[in-house]
């Protein structure tokens, strides 16, 4: 049974830094792409960050890029996602995604196993 289980969320102040954990369990995701969305209050699921395979190539939504960086550790089937200058508006619930291609995607329809999410706050 294959299972993502998502860690790090919390409640920060804006200009903070998080780092959140995704670790997948079931079977070995080593030639799989993963990603990471949220989805904030009254508003859709949206791409954050997505990573290939091997970790070599990473994909940023415009709103992240500079602040966040996502990167893999296969060994241990586990992907992450750092955040720093948190704004109030990257308030959402986090998830993270694997995807059964080793190249990256932004399409939520694109990835096959999805974790619960974590929450992640942040205030003014």
């Known amino acids: 049974q294959v299972q993502l289980v998502e860690s790090g969320g919390g409640l920060v102040q804006a200009g903070d830094s998080l780092r959140l954990s995704c670790a997948a369990s079931?079977?070995?995701?080593?030639?799989?792409?993963m990603g990471w969305f949220r989805q904030a209050p009254g508003n859709e699921r949206e791409f954050v960050a997505a990573?290939?395979?091997?970790?070599?190539?990473?994909y940023y939504a415009d709103s992240v890029k500079g602040r966040f960086t996502i990167s893999r550790d296969n060994a241990k089937n586990t992907v992450y996602l750092q955040m720093n200058s948190l704004k109030p508006e990257d308030t959402a619930v986090y998830y993270c995604?694997?995807?059964?291609?080793?190249?990256?995607?932004?399409?939520?329809?694109?990835?096959?196993?999805w974790g619960q999410g974590t929450q992640v706050t942040v205030s003014s």
């Open positions: 079931g079977r070995t995701f080593s030639t799989d792409a």
């Open positions: 995604a694997v995807r059964s291609r080793s190249s990256h995607s932004e399409r939520e329809s694109d990835y096959a196993y």
């Open positions: 990573i290939n395979w091997s970790g070599a190539t990473t």
